[in-house]
Structures are given as structure tokens and as C-alpha cells.
């Protein structure tokens, strides 16, 4: 059984900056990501990287501001959020699935989410 936990979710001003966490229990996958999704909208994809955190891929709307990264030994994904813009407003799911080498990512497992606010 994975179990996947999000945190480091908030309400922050526009232009700050947040940690997510996801902390995995079970097994662990080659390669995890994160998705979003704001009120009235569909789930987005946000990010993705493989088993050794080489290979890593982003949604043009957080390219650049956005980093993604893991510690395999502490089984933890982060997503370093940097200049937060108001439509970053969402929740925020951590994943774990496939990363084929052409950059197409397909979660398996999802965890809860955790809320993350942009003020104005």
C-alpha cells in the first residue's frame, strides 16, 4: 500500500514563497510529480522528476519559478515555489507513477492535497 502526505501548504502574498513536502510510506516509485488544481478547474500537472532527480519536467505556467526535487533516503518529494502569483492558488496533489523518456508522466497513487493561497 503507498501512501503519499502532503505539507507545507499556506496563505502567502503574492511574490513570496513556499516548500511543499510529500512524504511516501510503501513502496517507493521511479519517479514522482505534482499536480494542482484550482476551484472550478480541472487538475494540472505541474511537475515531474525520475529516480535520481536528472531528468525533471515542468508546466510552462511555473517554468522557471518552480523547482522539484527529492531525498530518495528520507522517501520525501519537494516543490520549491518561488515568486507565487495569485493564480497559483490551488490545491496541491503529490503523485507517484510512470515518467516515459520523452517527458509523459502518468501518476498511479495521489495523496490528499494540501492548500496553497496567493493573496494579492
Known amino acids: 500500500q503507498v501512501q503519499l502526505v502532503e505539507s507545507g501548504g499556506g496563505l502567502v502574498q503574492a511574490g513570496g514563497s513556499l516548500r511543499l513536502s510529500c512524504a511516501v510510506s510503501?513502496?517507493?516509485?521511479?519517479?514522482m510529480g505534482w499536480f494542482r488544481q484550482a476551484p472550478g478547474n480541472q487538475r494540472e500537472f505541474v511537475a515531474t522528476?525520475?529516480?535520481?532527480?536528472?531528468?525533471?519536467y515542468y508546466a510552462d505556467s511555473v517554468k522557471g519559478r518552480f523547482t522539484i526535487s527529492r531525498d530518495n533516503a528520507k522517501k520525501t518529494m519537494y516543490l520549491q515555489m518561488n515568486s507565487l502569483e495569485p493564480e497559483d492558488t490551488a490545491v496541491y496533489y503529490c503523485?507517484?507513477?510512470?515518467?516515459?523518456?520523452?517527458?509523459?508522466?502518468?501518476?498511479?497513487?495521489w495523496g490528499r492535497g494540501t492548500q496553497v493561497t496567493i493573496s494579492s
Open positions: 510503501g513502496r517507493t516509485f521511479y519517479a
Open positions: 522528476l525520475n529516480w535520481s532527480g536528472s531528468s525533471t
Open positions: 503523485t507517484t507513477g510512470i515518467l516515459t523518456g520523452s517527458g509523459s508522466y502518468s501518476p498511479t497513487y
